[in-house]
């Protein structure tokens, strides 16, 4: 037949057997039970068809309504012709096999095979295929039945992915929380150190700034396995992702670099979206590096978004996105595109296409984590024209935009105000303390959230309570600074955490917080940022 594409592998399998032997008399004398068999087929919801052995190629002789429904394609179509054109470039060849194998021996066969209806999408076929005998034992027919079972794939997909991102998950969350401690005394100590050498020892503080930039470069691959496993903590708010791209634009020009052309196709009309504006960002950036690399930074990347309506049986709906009201943002490039045997794989973490050491491969997992926990899909194709599109698909979300604050007047360089810092880890309270203390702090230090809470029953007089989430004892951080919330309203409360997971509720986020590890003048900045603020302390 020729290269058409209906809906069910089944006669595409049957179609791929070569046909029996031919037998004398091929055409089966006419008997009653036989008009009740096509009589019962035609009618049945089932997707169904009966193919004729004794014909060369072996084509279809009967199909009813159900089967023209499934594939659309009428029955004129069908009937008389081999079924092979049922099978595409994404057929397992092994499954046409295996169905090849049972019609040569004449016995039943049971797989699952991907088909392609008439107008070119696919879906997982449940194939069933029986030959027929007469009474004497001679074969009449080969009968085709078909389930529809793309839901069912899918969610099967959806566990395993489930099931793996647990598994990352647990692993990610456990080595983040202990890795980014030590990335914490690294840099916190390096900070202190460059602070002490002098200026014209340039050998020493370039050792220094070596040391800073793999540390940076460490806790870049933390953060990217955190939002790959969808561990991160997210600080969303409502937003236009045309305002973020306005915010960001000339970073965005920077990463493209200057021989790449980025155009921008902004709907005015786009609908707001709830999500973290830095790891929306992060996201961005990550596809626009991508970009840049696949174009050899001399290409054009064009960045467009729309609003989408997706209904209940929209193809997309079915990959993981539920039904609804979507702000998408598409980033396309003119490269040469994704070869077709790894684009499902490139949100895959660990998988690059880069050069040893020219990329971790996890900026596009990180991308594919951060939606998903987001509420929205990340996807890729590849576009007709030639290059990638990524697109993201966020949920709308309803109400205005807040009005961006007047940036405050730069803070004062440090404080003289009393810290209680609560910290488990033995050698990151020692480095906490002595960058508060250097700060111009008078800092307690605790090592739990129940030594915290003693500390202030003798002493309330502190200004601010700086306390990590994660802790044993019983206590974390949020609920230690809940208490301190509720028993001592005048202290103020930072949070920090090198991992977020079931720690980091509802709760956590009417603190602000600052992520491990961080340096000495963003936590400088960010107590200032607490304790200045009107309200903050009485």
């Keep these: 037949m020729s290269g058409r ?77 081999n079924c092979r054109f049922l ?33 070119g999408s696919t879906f997982w076929n449940a194939l069933f295929v029986s030959p027929v005998f007469d009474p004497a034992g001679k074969l009449l027919y080969f009968f085709g039945s078909q389930l529809d079972i793309s839901r069912r794939r899918e969610a099967e997909e959806a566990l395993h992915e489930a099931q793996k991102m647990e598994a990352v998950g647990k692993l990610t969350g456990g080595i983040a929380h202990d890795f980014n401690n030590l990335l914490q005394v690294i840099m916190g100590y390096i900070d202190i150190l460059e602070a002490k050498i002098p200026v014209e020892d340039r050998a020493a503080r370039r050792a220094v700034e070596a040391i800073a930039t793999s540390a940076g470069r460490g806790a870049t691959l933390t953060q990217q396995l955190l939002a790959f496993a969808r561990k991160q903590e997210l600080r969303d708010r409502l937003l236009n992702f045309n305002q973020l791209i306005g915010d960001f634009r000339p970073i965005i020009d920077r990463t493209a670099g200057e021989g790449m052309t980025v155009r921008r196709q902004l709907d005015d009309n786009l609908w707001n979206c709830r999500i973290d504006p830095v790891q929306a960002e992060m996201a961005l950036l990550n596809i626009l590096s991508n970009a840049r690399d696949a174009t050899d930074g001399r290409g054009c990347v064009t960045i467009r978004t729309s609003n989408m309506v997706l209904p209940e049986d929209d193809v997309i709906a079915g990959q993981k996105l539920q039904a609804g009201e979507y702000a998408v943002v598409a980033i396309s490039d003119d490269g040469p595109g994704i070869d077709m045997g790894i684009v499902d794989k490139v949100f895959d973490p660990f998988f690059t296409t880069k050069e040893m050491g020219k990329g971790a491969g996890l900026g596009l997992a990180m991308v594919y984590g951060f939606m998903r926990q987001s509420g929205g899909l990340a996807t890729v194709r590849n576009a007709d024209d030639g290059g990638a599109v990524f697109t993201l698909f966020f949920p709308r979300a309803t109400g205005p935009v807040p009005i961006r604050a007047v940036p405050l007047q730069r803070a004062p360089a440090s404080g003289r105000e009393r810290v209680l810092m609560v910290e ?10 002595e960058m508060l203390r250097d700060l ?29 989430i994660l802790m044993p004892g019983g206590m974390n951080g949020v609920a230690l600074a809940n208490a301190v919330r509720r ?19 509802e709760g956590a986020r009417s603190y602000e917080l600052i992520r491990k590890p961080y340096r000495r003048n963003d936590l400088n900045e960010r107590i200032r940022q607490v304790l200045d603020k009107p309200g903050a302390r009485t």
């Design 424 to 433: 488990d880890q033995e050698d990151v309270g020692e480095l906490g303390r």
């Design 5 to 81: 594409n209906p809906h069910d592998m089944s006669s595409a399998e049957i179609g791929e057997m070569a046909p029996s032997p031919p037998i004398e008399d091929a055409t089966p004398p006419h008997d009653a039970r036989h008009d009740i068999f096509f009589a019962a087929v035609k009618t049945t919801r089932m997707p169904m068809i009966v193919t004729d052995p004794h014909q060369p190629d072996n084509p279809v002789i009967f199909c009813n309504d159900a089967f023209t429904f499934m594939t659309g394609y009428s029955e004129d179509e069908i009937v008389g012709t």
């Design 440 to 468: 111009g702090y008078e800092v307690t230090l605790a090592s739990s959230a129940r030594a915290a809470l003693d500390v202030l029953q003798t002493d309330s007089g502190y200004a601010l309570l700086f306390t990590d």
């Design 487 to 505: 028993d001592f309203p005048h202290t103020a409360v930072l949070l920090t955490t090198g991992f977020a997971d079931e720690a980091i509720d």
């Design 87 to 119: 099978q595409g470039p994404e057929t397992d060849r092994e499954a046409i096999a295996q169905v090849r194998a049972a019609i040569a021996n004449q016995e039943e066969v049971s797989v699952e095979v991907l088909n392609y209806r008439k107008n």
